[in-house]
Nanobody, 121 residues
Framework: QVQLVETGGGLVQSGGSLGLSCAAS????????MAWYRQAPEKQRELVAI???????NYADFVKGRFTISRDSAKNTVYLQMNSLEPEDTAVYYC???????????????WGQGTQVTVSS
């Protein structure tokens, strides 16, 4: 059983900052890639940022220069620091993790429960 628990989020004014964190727990071998997605009302879920086990990260164009993804592999935790927030960033943010059940066996992708980020203008 694997769980992803997100913390952070909330309400912030335009131009402000928020931080999110997501910790994976349970029985598994390791966590590979970890990512943040978001879903705004009546829109599809979209990738915000992803960080691989080696530390390389990729960002969606709409957050480049404003958001930073990082991870603590020892704690199986991924973070998202969001700066210069805009009302368009308002969405439910979801954590995603690719879990390895064993060194040779994937357990698939797991999702957090989602956390609301609201940016007021």
């Amino acid at each position: 059983q694997v769980q992803l628990v997100e913390t952070g989020g909330g309400l912030v004014q335009s131009g402000g900052s928020l931080g999110l964190s997501c910790a994976a727990s349970g029985t598994f071998f390791k966590v590979n890639g970890m990512a943040w997605y978001r879903q705004a009302p009546e829109k599809q879920r979209e990738l915000v940022a992803i960080i691989f086990s080696g530390g390389d990260a990729n960002y969606a164009d709409f957050v480049k220069g404003r958001f930073t993804i990082s991870r603590d592999s020892a704690k199986n935790t991924v973070y998202l620091q969001m700066n210069s927030l805009e009302p368009e960033d308002t969405a439910v943010y979801y954590c995603n993790a690719a879990i390895m059940r064993r060194s040779w066996e994937s357990a698939g992708d797991y999702w957090g429960q989602g956390t609301q980020v609201t940016v007021s203008s």
